[in-house]
């Protein structure tokens, strides 16, 4: 799957997290995550997020993923709905 | 499939979710279809999807879906149908609805080599209501009345004391007892007023309703008060039941002055049964 387009999704309320997708056609998988529980569960979210890229097969995106205290039911969700959007 | 308290969950709502297997509502209801605005709906069918396959479960969990002729019925069902969800909830059914629905799961299921969900009827209209008697010929296993579309359908003025609504209301009930299944009471939409979710449920109830929905956390324990046992009535069920293991060998037995033939015993049997599941009886 590739990245075409610009895409969001999630909120910023508590229990939830807000995602960003931008098309990157060569530089590879870009990650910027930014949490309050950074130092503790900064490398879970992350996993979180390379799965599902796995999982849709994504070889180039920049990412950005604003954690309002998500669990990671909702982190997969809000990344899936962000790359199906950028289609 | 019996519950005392149906609370529905925003499907978009992760805060919600999160917080939702904590309560004490006996099903969880999964909203993708009034509570999700239709440029989040592939967002609240996937938060939905992980939440069912990740959240610990400690009460039944349904989701309803969104209507037949809208363009998400589909996708909502193809996400679902391997999901460890309990059962869907069918909205806008009549007879014709209810059975074209049925047949996109059935297919689904098989297609998808997984079991078929229990499919319950949302009766949101008066067709809804009029053809009752054609819907429980087909494969639904509860009735679920909606009363607000269902008032906006009939050209009906909702109140309080929900005159209005007692023809639908006898109706859901009738039909739910003919076929049995289970059959559960519109929500009482005025969150802040719990005497008249009180007068609301024990109408409810009256009725025959099996439980009410509820729209906001703080009426599930209200209505679960209501539609569960007290107990005093769980001593006499129990008491039923233990005289009945004394009187093995007869068909009718008198307790505490009354005669308990096998309806009685039954009903006492299905109240024990059901306190169990709800935690009112502990072994």
Known sequence: MIVS???????LESNDCYVTVLPNHSSGIQLVIRSIVMQKYGHLIEKTIREVLEEYQIE?????????GAL???????????????? | MNGRSYLFIPGNSAGMMVSSFVLDADVLIYDLEDAVSLDQKDSARHLVNEAVRFLPKRSQCWVRVNPLDSPYFMKDVDALIDSPIDAFLLPKCDDVRFKDMYAYIEATAKRKNVHIKPCVALIESATGVFTLPKLIKLNVSGLFLGAEDLSADMHMTRTKGSDEIMLARQQVVLHA????IVCIDTPFVDVDDMDGLQYDAI????FGFDGKACIHPKQVSQINQLFGYSDEQLQ?????LDMAKKHADVAVFNYQGSMVDRPILLRAQHMVDLARKWGLIHE
Do not use: C, M, N, Y
């Open chain 2, 236 to 240: 006499w069920a129990q008491g039923v």
């Open chain 1, 5 to 11: 387009k610009p895409a969001v999704a999630g909120t």
């Open chain 1, 72 to 87: 990671d039911f909702t982190i997969k969700a809000r990344v899936k709905t962000a790359l199906e959007r950028s289609v």
């Open chain 1, 60 to 68: 180039h995106v920049s990412l950005t993923l604003e954690d309002k």
């Open chain 2, 177 to 180: 007892r003919v076929k049995g």
């Open chain 2, 203 to 206: 109408k409810a109830k009256q």
